[in-house]
């Protein structure tokens, strides 16, 4: 998915376009449009570029925890955080230089097919709204009751 304008827009600084000239990272687009930066967090999103601008051709970062906190201007434990949260989402892999090690080799990996969590648009409904929009109500024996609708009054107000 991508956001192109609909008519051509010119650049603010046509003389100045990115064109690399040494080693550069990349980040898949899905990751804007498939709901992963929410899942990421701020931290796993820092720590997400910083190994992609230090990774080698495969994807390989060398950069100890320390580092990388020292390079992203946060504390230790934040970096450990979004990096179990990075591993816990397929997104990277490690292996430790040592057995029990806490620094080695970390790795991006291609992105999985489908992000697990899509963040809910505050129009989308849950089953208990459309159901309560429907007439129902919270099941008192374990099942759903429709509501019954007061009896119309006749008298003139």
């Not at 046509?14 to 898949?28: I, Q, V």
């Not at 955080?81 to 080799?105: E, I, M, T």
Request: proline share 10%.
């Amino acid at each position: 998915m991508s956001t192109k304008p609909l008519r051509p827009v010119s650049r603010p600084r046509p003389d100045l376009l990115r064109r690399p000239t040494a080693g550069f990272g990349w980040l898949e687009q899905a990751l804007l449009f498939e709901g992963w930066l929410s899942q990421i967090g701020p931290n796993g999103l820092a720590v997400l570029v910083l190994l992609a601008l230090a990774a080698d051709r495969h994807g390989a970062s060398f950069f100890s925890r320390h580092r990388m906190a020292d390079t992203l201007g946060v504390p230790l434990p934040h970096v450990d955080d979004a990096l179990q949260r990075l591993c816990h989402l397929g997104l990277v892999a490690f292996s430790p230089w040592r057995k029990n090690g806490r620094d080695g080799v970390w790795q991006l990996l291609p992105l999985p097919q489908v992000c697990r969590y899509r963040p809910r648009d505050a129009r989308t409904l849950g089953i208990a709204q459309i159901l309560a929009t429907l007439g129902f109500s919270a099941p008192e024996n374990g099942a759903e009751q429709p509501r019954q609708s007061p009896a119309p009054t006749d008298s003139a107000e």
